[in-house]
């Protein structure tokens, strides 16, 4: 039994509040038995709480989101016409539950802030496009002063923009920051960050993000990022990039970085430990391409979804599952028990839940195995759910946007509190919120009054459990210099080793002195105080490293080794060279993340290095590479190699796993011997590894090898069949000259061919339809018999949709054999249940996870209403007369269409007419499925029963 499970009961606590609608509603939260929840503030004392943070009066300060995409939530919700606002909550008569409320600032330019932090009197919100700072200089809890740090990230009201910072324990500002870009940054000292990627989904505010952007450092940045950036502004750097959509990093005081990502609606989000320089996996490594492009034969979703089999690539941590992670945080006290120090908490809204992790060192890196439900809305993680004996299951509208330590050590769990998870829409109109604070029983927590004045009042406040109260701290610390010495050393001996990281973290920045109490503890047997002493050396003392490097490279502990092979990065090979030789010597051949941090830290050297590898090695011959040799080029994939890599690769010698790892270290080599290598081996019928090579072959074509394999014709063409006469059909219509006779008979021809219906989509869909032409459209939909064309075509022809009665189908009685049977008929063709369907739509196992019953109704009712991020439709046409419509999973070059049917297209970019981004979903209408009520019922039902299907 793990130590969270010793903890944890399934008991549940009913707590009772004054809620909007009925004294008598009693919301569920499942906590460990040693503690209790008590309800700590609600509306109308705030609204859409999005984040929080705790200042040194312990205080709680949320970001609302009342006007969250109001573009698509325009039925009736709750606006601020002046702006979204930062509101101030405070416990003044100390019983346990908030009595004030006030406004700190409402401001024009938060439109759905997503975090905040507040730091004696600066409040820090990040708010695409800026991280704006407000300092309130007389303490009168009003903003005297405000000023943009950064500006040019992309997002503005959107959930995969700028996210929450956090002050890490080096005194640095750490963001992170999602995929809705293009961000293009600059720092205050004029470097400019640009990150890019395939993704883009409707927004006002929206600009045309493209992948493979250049930064300054001549590096190309992916997708969602974290960044570090000094307070003032200057030196901007990116840690890790190519996330999806992770809505908050934590950075606890050994300098580890932790954050969950949200995934493509395929239950795959992850709780996952971060590396720096690390390529976090969601796109190609370019951002041209989405996982589905890339996915392989034979690979899980999963594995696909964060390519955890290419080299280059951070491992994704605990992959959990469905669910939509908000925020994040590390408990480093013993107030709510000794046994919780350590805790990791990650909130998913998605899950109505906070899941708990206690994070161990694991080799050169961290497990996550220990998860459980820390905290939660439901029973046993929403694993059960049956129509008949729930009439309204407003459990699940628990949605925890964030979790916050306060100064006493209770947490603070915000709660949006709406039956959807964000994204998309609102379905509460009133705009309601919930703070919750979870505390040990029968033990009064109380908010020190803290004292900044002498040093000992700063060291006391070193030790809160608010990390930006002990930030406050290490600020006035490092003012006093050299009389904190003393003081911080004395914190070195202390029980708890997050005080004593904290304490390192202070001296390596106060001078010798400071320096020579830190210097022991790279050579600590705790390797977490071994490796923030490392990492400290390297930021504070960075001249230094070398001197120490060789020594430490010899570490008896993987972690050490692994973070000095990330920290030597900058520095010349020539400088490097044989530490780096003596971290290979400690790779077992096995370590994930030892073997990512050695590419980290050679990446661009790959080539100069590896001669010096196959000397350390003494020449072996290719052929006889122990593991962790073939293990380590195939992550650092050099040039260089490809000779061995031939030998290892033909060679009869090896096993199949063997040849086809070389095969697949040549795939990833963007050399033209690479291809030549690869496509020898199919054309010379190599019986174990042919058909393993022609999907290299027609993969590569298409990005890597583009221009090494023009000339060889793939014996599967992948291009849609040629249709100029429709083609030309459609110019009739747009031709002023052209006749009205003319337009009526191509119309007719048009409207009677299958792919001529989708030209005619597409005129629409661009406005380029007259409304003489239009009148012509009646017979349309009654000619169409594909139900996502004929949906397709009746949002831009049929003047009046029908309507389902919400009310009606969650009273109907529910049969789930029934809803089974439809489901297969009428779902599977675009939805993954259990190993059954497609992969075209949102993976539909585990959704009873994410929604209740009316809200899984709405999304089958009006699918329009919530578009799944990464699921936009398309309809693209060719210049040879095809019109294709699906969703895009690559951009560039070659662009990549799955359409409606699954069927996969890979386009050279100038065979390209023009591309349409639709606003709706590429999901038919149940009309269009010739779907009733009573037939929504029964999906509904079969869908979330715990029983139905695989689940």
């Known amino acids: 039994m793990n130590r969270l499970h010793t903890y944890y009961v399934l008991g549940l606590i009913f707590l009772f509040f004054a809620c909007k609608k009925t004294t008598e509603e009693k919301p569920l939260l499942h906590v460990p038995d040693d503690l209790e929840v008590t309800l700590w503030a609600s509306s109308p004392m705030f609204y859409n709480p999005t984040n929080v943070d705790v200042d040194m009066r312990g205080r709680l300060w949320v970001t609302e989101a009342v006007n969250y995409r109001d573009f698509r939530n325009k039925d009736g919700h709750m606006v601020h016409a002046e702006g979204d606002r930062i509101v101030i909550l405070e416990d003044t008569n100390g019983d346990g539950k908030a009595d004030s409320s006030k406004i700190f600032v409402q401001d024009s330019d938060l439109r759905s802030p997503l975090g905040i932090a507040v730091v004696g009197n600066q409040v820090i919100v990040s708010c695409s496009p800026s991280i704006i700072v407000y300092t309130d200089e007389d303490g009168d809890d009003i903003p005297d002063h405000k000023e943009i740090l950064l500006t040019g990230f992309g997002g503005k009201d959107h959930d995969h923009g700028l996210h929450a910072g956090v002050l890490g324990p080096d005194g640095k500002w750490y963001f992170i920051v999602g995929n809705a870009g293009p961000h293009e940054v600059t720092g205050r000292d004029g470097w400019t960050l640009r990150s890019g990627s395939v993704y883009n989904e409707y927004t006002p505010y929206s600009t045309e993000n493209t992948p493979s952007q250049v930064s300054d450092d001549g590096k190309v940045y992916t997708g969602g990022m974290v960044i570090r950036v000094n307070p003032d502004g200057t030196g901007l750097e990116v840690l890790s990039h190519n996330f999806r959509n992770a809505f908050e990093v934590f950075v606890d005081s050994f300098g580890n970085m932790w954050q969950s990502d949200n995934d493509d609606q395929t239950a795959s989000c992850r709780t996952t430990w971060l590396m720096e320089g690390s390529n976090a996996g969601f796109f190609s490594e370019q951002g041209d391409r989405t996982w589905q492009a890339d996915r392989r034969p034979g690979q899980s979703i999963a594995e696909a979804h964060w390519h955890q089999h290419d080299p280059g690539v951070l491992p994704a941590g605990d992959i959990y599952g469905a669910g939509s992670p908000t925020g994040i945080v590390r408990v480093e006290n013993d107030a709510l028990g000794e046994h919780y120090r350590g805790l990791l908490l990650s909130a998913d809204a998605g899950r109505n839940i906070i899941f708990g992790y ?9 497990s996550l195995n220990e998860r459980q439900a820390f905290i939660s809305s439901v029973d046993t993680d929403n694993v059960h759910y049956v129509w008949h004996e729930i009439e309204e299951d407003d459990s699940k509208w628990f949605r925890p946007s964030d979790v916050a330590v306060g100064t006493d050590g209770s947490l603070f769990v915000a709660d949006w509190y709406d039956p959807i998870v964000g994204g998309h829409q609102m379905r509460d109109k009133e705009g309601y919120g919930r703070i919750y604070r979870i505390h040990p029983k029968n033990k009064q927590l109380t908010s020190p009054v803290i004292s900044l004045d002498e040093i000992p009042g700063q060291i006391e406040a070193l030790y809160n459990p608010a990390i930006h109260v002990r930030s406050l701290a290490a600020q006035a610390l490092l003012a006093q210099s050299g009389e904190a010495v003393p003081a911080l050393a004395a914190v070195l001996k202390d ?3 997050f ?5 390192i973290w202070l001296l390596s920045q106060l001078g010798d002195t400071g320096w020579a109490a830190v210097e022991p503890y790279l050579e600590d047997r705790n390797p977490e105080l071994a490796l923030t002493a490392l990492r400290a050396l390297s930021q504070f003392r960075g001249q230094e490293l070398l001197a120490y490097s060789k020594a430490l490279a010899k570490s008896a502990h993987p972690l050490v080794r692994r973070e000095l092979a990330l920290l030597l990065k900058d520095f010349p090979l020539n400088q490097s060279l044989d530490i780096y030789l003596q971290l290979f010597d400690g790779f077992d051949g096995v370590d994930p993340w030892y073997r990512n941090a050695m590419g980290i830290g050679l990446r661009g050297k790959e080539n100069a290095f590896y001669p010096a590898l196959m000397s350390h090695l003494g020449g072996p011959d290719p052929v006889e590479w122990p593991d962790a040799a073939s293990k380590m080029v195939w992550e650092l994939h050099p040039a260089a190699a490809m000779d061995d890599l031939r030998q290892r690769v033909t060679s009869e010698k090896l096993d199949e796993n063997k040849r086809k790892e070389a095969m697949e270290t040549l795939a990833f080599i963007g050399d033209k011997d690479a291809a030549q290598i690869v496509l020898a081996l199919y054309e010379g019928n190599d019986d174990m590894l042919s ?15 583009q221009s090494h394999l023009k000339n060889w014709e793939s014996p599967v063409d992948n291009l849609p069949d040629a249709q100029p006469e429709l083609l030309a059909w459609r110019n009739t219509l747009l031709d002023s000259l052209a006749s009205p006779e003319e337009k009526s008979d191509v119309w007719e021809k048009l409207s009677e061919n299958s792919n001529g219906r989708l030209h005619l989509a597409l005129l629409a869909a661009t406005g380029k339809l007259s409304g003489e032409l239009k009148k012509e459209s009646s017979q349309l939909l009654e000619k169409e018999n594909r139900a996502p064309i004929k949906s397709l075509l009746a949002r831009h022809f049929q003047e009046k949709k029908k309507t389902y009665s919400e009310e009606k189908i969650s009273q109907s009685h529910a049969d789930v054999q029934m809803g089974k049977t439809l489901t297969e008929k009428n779902c599977l063709g675009c939805h ?20 209740d019953r009316k809200t899984l109704i709405n999304a089958i009712t009006e699918p329009d209403a919530a578009v799944a991020f990464g699921s936009e439709a398309f309809l693209v046409s060719l210049k040879n007369g095809a019109v294709l419509y699906g969703i895009l999973l690559s951009n560039g070059p070659v662009v990549t269409v799955q359409e409606y049917n699954g069927r996969k297209f890979i386009i050279p970019a100038n065979e390209i007419e023009q591309r349409r981004q639709l606003k709706h979903s590429l999901m038919p209408a149940p009309e269009h499925m010739d779907l009733e009520e009573n037939d929504v019922t029964h ?5 979330l029963d715990s029983r139905g299907g695989t689940k």
């Not at 058909?691 to 090898?705: I, T």
């Not at 999906?939 to 869908?943: G, Q, S």
């Open 691 to 705: 058909e393993d090579a022609l999907w290299w072959l027609q993969f590569r074509q298409h990005n890597l090898w």
């Open 499 to 503: 005080h004593q990281a904290r304490a």
């Open 832 to 851: 993954k249940i259990g190993n059954s369907g497609n992969e075209i739509g949102p993976d539909l196992s585990q959704i009873q996870l994410k929604m």
């Open 358 to 366: 206690f994070p161990t060192p694991q080799g050169s890196g961290y």
């Open 495 to 497: 029980n708890n080793p």
């Open 939 to 943: 999906i509904t039902a079969y869908l």
